[in-house]
Structures are given as C-alpha cells and as structure tokens.
C-alpha cells in the first residue's frame, strides 16, 4: 500500500531537463514519478513527489507536432521512392500506411510528455480574460 504524497505545490521550474524527461515520459518535476497511467493518460498526481498535472492540459499540442512530423518524413520519402524507383502504387500502401500509423503512434506518447514538461518549465497555461 502506498501512502499519498504530501502535495507540493511549488511554483519552481521543473528540475530536469523537459526533453529528457518527455522522452522517458517521467515525471518534470522530479524525473522519478511515471507520467502516464495509461496510453496517454496523463496521471493526476505524481507517484513519487506528488506534483498536480490536473491543472495542466496540453490539448492537441502534441499530435499537431507529431504529425507534422510523421507526414513530412513519410511523404518526403514516399515522393523519393516514386521518383527514384517508380513502384507500383500498393507497394506504397503496403510501406507508407503502416509506417506513418507506427510513427504516430510511437512519437504520440513522448511527444505528450515533452509537451507537459515544456509547458510545466515554461509555466504555460490556459488564457483567461482575467489575465
Ligand atoms: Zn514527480
């Protein structure tokens, strides 16, 4: 059984570096805690400090980066293969579509994470018209 963490609300940036911490989708703010809880659930607090991601949100942020990404590589490389090679277009099909599908899903996850801890260092948040 493990016991809740105390809460650290603390408003210092986050400790270690956000890409390093995206990238193995730990926690930013002690780079222990895991971040996801399931695909791309992000937890609601952190196992190991106790960090609150509930009041942050990353929207679409990632998948925007993630297929820009993916598509620019697959379809840069798919018009070189058409023009260098000239193959019949299911052979297209059969590469490209399973290769741009595991490039998204595969870049979705850490994407997500270095979007939480990008947004975390650099203190972003949702526009209000109070601000
Ligand atoms: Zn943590």
């Known amino acids: 059984m493990t016991e809740n963490p105390p809460p650290s609300e603390t408003k210092a940036p986050a400790r ?3 890409m390093r911490a995206g990238l193995l989708c730990r926690c930013p703010n002690c ?6 809880s399931g695909f791309l659930k992000v937890v609601d607090r952190c196992g190991v ?3 609150d991601y509930t009041r942050l949100n990353t929207g679409d942020g990632a998948a925007i980066f993630v297929m820009q990404i993916a598509g620019g590589l697959v379809v840069f490389t798919a018009l070189f293969v058409e023009i260098a090679y000239s193959p019949p277009m299911w052979l297209h099909l059969v590469v490209f579509l ?3 599908l595991g490039l998204s899903l595969g870049l979705m996850r850490p994407g997500k ?3 939480i801890a990008l947004q975390m260092r650099n203190r972003a948040g949702q526009a209000r018209s109070d601000d």
């Open 16 to 18: 270690i570096h956000p």
């Open 31 to 36: 780079g222990k805690g895991r971040l996801f």
């Open 49 to 51: 400090c106790g960090f």
């Open 98 to 100: 399973p290769l741009v």
């Open 113 to 115: 994470g270095v979007m």
